[in-house]
């Protein structure tokens, strides 16, 4: 088992990296927990339930289990009330424990249910996709969304563990593997450069799941997202270049309807047009924008963006949450391994969408 610690003011914790670590929930559960309240979906269910439910029973204390529907389109506060009633009915005290077994959409909603239930509860995240494993279940984001905007309502609570099983990788379709390489190569653009390129070399090995490449991948994009976290809880500042590709993502996803393309693709994708803006406004190497689009290419991500029209790109991006008084934010990248966050003069972006855009 590989052990990276968060170490952040809302709660320093473990996140436990192995094979089977499923079978082991109950270790991470604390002695003083009422009962155990597992969230997960009606896909995750079937596959890790039975597992799951038998490493809580372990400790032995009552064990409440709520499925709830799978999909981006649940991520609601009808969902969320679904939670609070669910836990209301079933009297689940301040002392309880709650196990978010899912991607990021379990984790994130789960998440939100128990920085509010009572005030705050405690919970395990256990993510179960890739994306989920080296992003959205590190950090303490949590959130719903608004009609008006993805995880515009939420907070940030700690988990007081992870636990991250790589062998639950095996059963997910290849896009969603192609969606969260996406989060691990982000790591390596904003903060490592040599981990870039040992991505680049061994990006064949970490499609195909080969078990020591993955855990390498997860463990690293694990260790650098709690030294950002560990700098910048609360994104006020260093946090908000794990944002790079996201401003023109999360402007895709918003056009294209949640679904349409999985997050870590339209991250991906957003991340190649990031590169060309940096190259326009920074002076980026075209080789390193290169890089980048061949990188991005060859997890499986799309690298040309819908053509939505300039007016209806910079409208959906100022509503990014990095937006402020309507001017929109971007990370860009002086270099492969550096990032930055910055406003950039529009006929910069206007020449960058315009690389990126399908014709
Ligand atoms: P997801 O939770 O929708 O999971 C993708 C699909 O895979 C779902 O159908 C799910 O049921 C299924 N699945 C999960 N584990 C599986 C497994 N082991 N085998 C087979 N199928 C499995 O999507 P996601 O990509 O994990 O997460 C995306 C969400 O995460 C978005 O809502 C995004 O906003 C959020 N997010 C949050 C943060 C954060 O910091 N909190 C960061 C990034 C993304
Ligand atoms: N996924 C971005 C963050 O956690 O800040």
Request: some cysteine; aromatic content about 6%.
């Amino acid at each position: 088992m590989s052990i990276v610690n968060v170490n952040v003011a809302g709660g320093s914790y473990p996140i436990h990296i192995a094979p089977n670590i499923l079978q082991q929930l109950a270790t991470s559960v604390p002695e003083n927990a009422s009962s155990i309240v597992l969230i997960t979906n009606s896909t995750v269910m079937p596959l890790y339930g039975d597992v799951a439910k038998k490493s809580l029973a372990v400790c032995a204390k009552p064990l409440h289990v709520l499925e709830l529907h799978d999909g981006e389109a649940f991520k609601t506060q009808e969902t969320l009330n679904t939670i609070y009633t669910f836990l209301l009915s079933k009297k689940v005290d301040r002392k309880a424990i709650i196990v978010a077994l899912g991607g990021g959409v379990i984790g994130d909603i789960s998440g939100y249910a128990a920085a509010t239930y009572m005030r705050g509860v405690r919970f395990i995240q256990v993510p179960t996709t890739l994306l989920a494993q080296v992003d959205s279940s590190v950090g303490g984001k949590t959130a719903v969304n608004h009609p008006l905007g993805k995880n515009m309502i939420g907070a940030f609570y700690q988990p007081i563990a992870v636990d991250i099983d790589v062998n639950v990788l095996k059963t997910l379709p290849p896009r969603e593997i192609s969606a969260g390489l996406a989060e691990v190569i982000k790591y390596g653009m904003i903060l490592d450069a040599d981990f870039f390129t040992w991505c680049e070399e061994n990006v064949e090995k970490l499609k195909a799941l080969d078990a020591e490449a993955i855990s390498y991948a997860i463990h690293r994009s694990c260790e650098l997202k709690a030294y950002v976290v560990g700098e910048d809880e609360k994104e006020t500042g260093l946090r908000a270049i794990l944002n790079l590709g996201h401003t023109f993502g999360h402007a895709i996803e918003t056009a294209l309807g949640y679904g349409e393309w999985l997050h870590g693709e339209a991250v991906g994708c957003g991340m190649v047009q990031a590169a060309e803006l940096s190259a326009q406004t920074l002076g980026l190497p075209r080789e390193d924008v290169e890089r980048i689009r061949n990188l991005v290419k060859a997890i499986g991500c799309p690298t040309q963006a819908p053509n939505l029209g300039t007016n209806k790109w910079i409208e959906l991006m100022q509503i990014d949450k990095k937006a402020e008084g309507g001017k929109i934010k971007f990370v860009l990248l002086p270099k492969i391994g550096e990032a930055i966050v910055r406003t950039v003069p529009s006929e910069d972006l206007g020449i960058a969408l315009s690389k990126t855009v399908k014709a």
